[in-house]
T-cell receptor, first 113, second 112 residues
């Protein structure tokens, strides 16, 4: 089983639609979780951290399910500018000095006008 | 955004060359990282430095040699690379090892 697994897509979604991605992780002791966004030929940038209680930032909602070991990202009212690759990132470390930020392969999203 | 800068942005080198990649962060962070991103593969963590001390070497071949002279600068020295080392090399920094990482724009490396 991969440490962090995502559906690579591509997801082709019409503008204004709602889209959701899931990401599963293998290490039940993982401490922190993030969604990053990477535009074509650019560096990854933090989209949002994922908190245990779930969190929302505008049109974006992130959820964590520790029991099933997955995180999700929901994008509502999608915009053309949301087209990017979305990277699921899990910190597999458990001790200070043993941190290991592990990236998924990313889910490619294209918003269609 | 100039929080994390990397030079050069593009590099073409032969297998016998020696070159260095440079990363500088202006965010006052204590941890710095080197990642490799190849096509259709996830980002691979190569090295981690925390307070200038290397805390992780993710089984990286010795032809890659990191150097962290201070908490703001990170180098990746390259020698006798192979064509399969061609990739995007990303530097990142964070306040601490568990904190959000901020990435530089990367160096796109081509080894001929």
């Amino acid at each position: 089983r991969k440490e962090v697994e995502q559906d690579p897509g591509p997801f082709n979604v019409p503008e204004g639609a709602t889209v959701a991605f899931n990401c599963t992780y293998s290490n039940s002791a993982s401490q922190s979780f993030f969604w990053y966004r990477q535009d074509c030929r650019k560096e990854p940038k933090l989209l949002m951290s994922v908190y245990s209680s779930g969190n929302e930032d505008g049109r974006f909602t992130a959820q964590l399910n520790r029991a099933s070991q997955y995180i999700s990202l929901l994008i509502r009212d999608s915009k053309l500018s949301d087209s990017a690759t979305y990277l699921c990132v899990v910190n597999m470390g458990t001790n200070f000095g043993n941190e290991k930020l592990t990236f998924g392969t990313g889910t490619r999203l294209t918003i269609i006008p | 955004e100039t929080g994390v800068t990397q030079t050069p942005r593009h590099l073409v080198m032969g297998m016998t060359n020696k070159k260095s990649l440079k990363c500088e962060q202006h965010l006052g962070h204590n941890a710095m990282y080197w990642y490799k991103q190849s096509a259709k593969k996830p980002l691979e963590l190569m090295f981690v430095y925390n307070f200038k001390e290397q805390t992780e070497n993710n089984s990286v071949p010795s032809r890659f040699s990191p150097e962290c002279p201070n908490s703001s600068h990170l180098f990746l020295h390259l020698h006798t690379l192979q064509p399969e080392d061609s990739a995007l090399y990303l530097c990142a920094s964070s306040q601490g090892p568990l904190e959000t990482q901020y990435f530089g724009p990367g160096t796109r490396l081509l080894v001929l």
